[in-house]
Structures are given as structure tokens and as C-alpha cells.
């Protein structure tokens, strides 16, 4: 796993994702394992995605988003690593569940482990928390909710969104641009939900007040932690997203971006666009919502449709609302550069002529 800095930038270039061999999710059975493209982020024998093949590790995820965290004022949601220079690693909040099986013989024990869960909160809060989100998608360790939260790790905050050095899009005088652009949206943008009861969201937070203000000095509407919008004594509460009252026990997410007059139910706290829920929580706050770290970062960059990543040169492919790399404008089967040359364009991606017909024999 490479960690981004300039001068691993050239070196990782030609560093293929790890994983190879891992079996495809999706096809079950029919791939014959992980076969990483150059420069695509799918699997070369079953052109599946790198999330299809759950390539990550808890190790890999947790420095992902300990390096998306850190220099922002979420900084505290991560910790130093012992001798990484400076590295910093998510403190990612499990959560071990330990039941009593009464029977006749000797007492036994269930053990339940969630991957995530809400910091800062009693037990009791935090499992009522994960009631309220459906059962599929609840993190417990072995089942298809971990997954799911892994697969959405990968999905909505892809590492070559924050870090260059994971790029192969990039031409040398790009690095900058991605480089304040990165930077940009942790000061204005990045959040990270806060899980409390119904009133009593931003509590005991007064230390970070200042540091909040001057993150968000440009959008009086926003800076103030809902001082604009005071918040209701005693409710009623309603979610932001269906609007529908809050019960007073229950508990909710707020998003300090937002102010903290507003809450939504924790099923209800997703991104606007792709409508899936806001993996740990984890928000970007424009035009007055939450949206995941990919549709946010394709609200303000074309993203290549080749190689799914951020494009920042202003000289690009575009055909039918998708953009490319002029470099990445290829056929998805034989690689055959198609700029200037007849194509076929469908949902499974870009086709040069020969074998788009062949794909229809």
C-alpha cells in the first residue's frame, strides 16, 4: 500500500493494485481471479470492478481514511502510527457485542462484532443506532453488511480521489491542481456524522467552535452550527430527508456543515445523488446537502469513464454526457485508441467496431 507524496508520485505509476487472484463477488465462480489492468480499475479477465473483488484490507481502509481525515478538523477521528513518519490511521470505532446463551450446561457466550460504529456513544445508544439501519447493511464481521461497508469504502471515497500519487490520469502538470483541490474540499467540505439523541447534537463540542467558524467563514448560512436556525426546544424533531417527526429516544445523525438544527434518521442519512447510505458517516456538504466523496468530486471534475478517475486537464474526450482521457479513450476489449474512429457506446462501456460485432455474434 503506497501512502502519497510527490516523490512517490512517478514511482507508483507503474504499480499495479495488489489482489491478484482474488475471486470475483459478482461473477461467482465464472472469473478465474483478480487480473489487475494497467491503468483501468477492473479486473482484466472478468472486466468487474476492483470493489467486485473486495480488494482491500481493514489495514488499507483504515490508512485510506486516516489520510482523508487528517489534515482537516477531523483530525481527531485519527491517530498517529508508531514509526510512520508522521502517518496518520483512522481510529476506526468497533464495537464486540457479548450475549449470555442460558442453557443447562455451562454458560456460553454469543459474540458479535460490528467493523464500525457510531464513536462516543453507550452501547445501548449504539445498538439502537444500528437497529435503525437496515439489517443487510449492518457492519457485523462474516456477513454481507461488512462487506457491503467495504465495498462502499471503495466506492464512494476511492483513494485516487485524495491521493495523487494513486493516479495514472495525471499529466506532470496536474499534480498541483488534484493537490489544492484535495485540499480545498477537506477545509469547506468533508464531514463526518455525528450520532446523539434528538437536542443534543454538537454537545461538549464548544473546544472545536472557532476552528468551525473559520473553516466556514465564507458561508455565514452554514458557519454558525445552526445558530441561524435555533434549535427547537423540545422538539417536534424532524428528518431533514423524509420529514417526518424524530422520537425523543431515538437516536439521529446531524452533520455539522449543516448546523446542528437540523438531524436525519440514521437510515435516512444519504447522499443526494446516489441515494446510498453515507459510509461511517462520512459527508461532503454542497448547495445545501450531503453527498458521498465520488459524486461530490464529479460535481466540480469530469470523471474518466476509462480509468474512473478525476480528470483535470481541460482537454478531454466527451461523448453522450461521459468524459474521457484523450489517452483512455480506448476500446474496453482491444485497447484500439478510438479517437477519430467509429465506436460503439453502451452501458458496458466503449467499443470499437470489429468488436462490438463480434460481441453481437
Excluded at 11 to 40: D, I, K, Y
Excluded at 247 to 264: E, N
Aim: glycine share 10%; aromatic share 8%.
Amino acid at each position: 500500500f503506497q501512502l502519497g507524496c510527490p516523490a512517490l508520485f512517478q514511482m507508483s505509476l507503474s504499480q499495479p493494485q495488489s489482489g491478484r487472484g482474488v475471486p470475483c463477488l459478482r461473477c461467482r465462480g465464472a472469473c478465474t481471479g483478480f487480473e489487475p489492468h494497467s491503468w483501468r480499475k477492473i479486473c482484466k479477465s472478468c472486466k468487474c470492478s476492483q470493489e467486485d473483488h473486495s480488494l482491500s484490507s481493514d489495514v488499507e481502509d483504515d490508512r485510506k481514511i486516516g489520510r482523508l481525515l487528517s489534515d482537516s478538523k477531523y483530525a481527531t477521528l485519527t491517530a498517529r502510527v508508531k514509526g510512520g513518519d508522521g502517518i496518520r490511521i483512522y481510529k476506526r470505532n468497533r464495537m464486540i457485542i457479548t450475549n449470555p446463551i442460558v442453557s443447562r450446561k455451562d454458560p456460553t457466550f454469543d459474540t458479535i462484532t460490528y467493523e464500525w460504529a457510531p464513536p462516543g456513544l453507550t452501547q445501548k445508544l449504539a445498538m439502537q443506532y444500528m437497529e435503525l439501519i437496515p439489517k443487510e447493511m449492518q457492519p457485523v464481521a462474516g456477513t454481507d453488511g461488512a462487506y457491503y461497508r467495504r465495498r462502499q469504502l471503495m466506492r464512494q471515497l476511492p483513494l485516487y480521489d485524495q491521493d495523487p500519487s494513486q493516479c495514472r490520469g495525471l499529466a506532470e502538470g496536474e499534480l498541483k491542481l488534484m493537490e489544492d483541490f484535495v485540499k480545498k474540499y477537506k477545509a469547506e467540505a468533508l464531514g463526518v456524522g455525528e450520532v446523539a439523541l434528538p437536542g443534543q447534537g454538537g454537545g461538549g463540542k464548544e473546544e472545536g467552535k472557532p476552528q468551525d467558524k473559520s473553516t466556514d467563514a465564507t458561508k455565514p448560512t452554514e458557519s454558525t452550527n445552526g445558530a441561524l436556525e435555533p434549535v427547537p426546544a423540545g422538539g417536534p424533531y424532524r428528518c431533514e430527508a423524509c420529514k417526518q417527526a424524530v422520537p425523543g429516544d431515538c437516536p439521529v445523525v446531524y452533520a455539522d456543515r449543516a448546523g446542528y438544527a437540523r438531524q436525519w434518521h440514521p437510515a435516512c442519512f444519504v447522499c443526494c445523488r446516489c441515494s446510498e447510505p453515507l459510509v461511517d458517516l462520512i459527508y461532503f456538504w454542497k448547495s445545501g446537502a450531503a453527498w458521498c466523496g465520488r459524486h461530490y468530486c464529479e460535481s466540480l471534475r469530469p470523471r474518466c469513464a476509462g480509468c474512473d478517475e478525476l480528470i483535470f486537464s481541460e482537454d478531454y474526450q466527451q461523448v453522450e454526457g461521459r468524459a474521457w482521457h484523450k489517452k483512455h479513450f480506448a476500446c474496453l476489449e482491444c485497447e484500439t485508441l478510438l479517437t477519430g474512429k467509429p465506436f460503439a457506446l453502451d452501458k458496458a462501456g466503449l467499443l470499437c467496431t470489429t468488436c462490438s460485432k463480434s460481441k453481437r455474434l
